[in-house]
């Protein structure tokens, strides 16, 4: 778990495990592999590195400059299904990983439910809260 506090939006960079946090205190890039913070920018200067309209946010770190689709209050979803058959839906204030008969439900706690995903490639799975990231490695 990694602590994001006023956490809105969420994004992987393509191609890779690194997930982009974007937040009332700026940006963050994470590292789903290593599971610590890659990068963080205190910068609340949302004009400057957002385009809410088209829902992305520009990246920090190795993703500078990047344009990086994001989900969660402004709207959108993350990849909701893996290339092996793994599903998340939504379930109340849950979220359901299924796949045949496997069925795993995860909760966010207390906290609202903000944004959640696979990965790009699926090894990765995240939930989001306001306060939040909660990693999950399928490897």
């Known amino acids: 778990m990694v ?3 006023g956490l809105t939006e969420i994004g ?3 191609e890779t495990s690194l997930l982009l946090v ?10 789903c592999g290593a599971g ?4 963080h920018d205190r910068s609340e ?15 920090i770190g190795s993703a500078d400059g990047e344009w990086i689709e994001v989900f969660g209050l402004w ?3 993350g990849v909701s299904q893996t290339s092996d058959g793994w599903r998340s839906t939504v379930d109340g204030e849950d979220v359901v ?12 706690g207390p906290e609202e439910l903000r944004a ?11 939930l989001a809260s306001p306060g939040d990231v909660t990693i999950f490695h399928r490897g």
């Open 3 to 5: 602590l994001v506090g």
């Open 12 to 14: 992987f960079v393509a």
């Open 22 to 31: 974007v937040g009332h205190q700026g940006r963050g890039l994470i590292d």
């Open 36 to 39: 610590d913070r890659a990068a």
């Open 45 to 59: 200067d949302f004009a400057e590195w957002s385009d809410a309209s088209h829902r992305r946010v520009l990246g």
């Open 75 to 77: 709207g959108g979803e």
């Open 97 to 108: 990983l299924a796949r045949g008969d496997a069925r795993q439900v995860i909760s966010p």
């Open 116 to 126: 959640f995903g696979f990965s790009p490639g699926g090894d990765y799975f995240v």
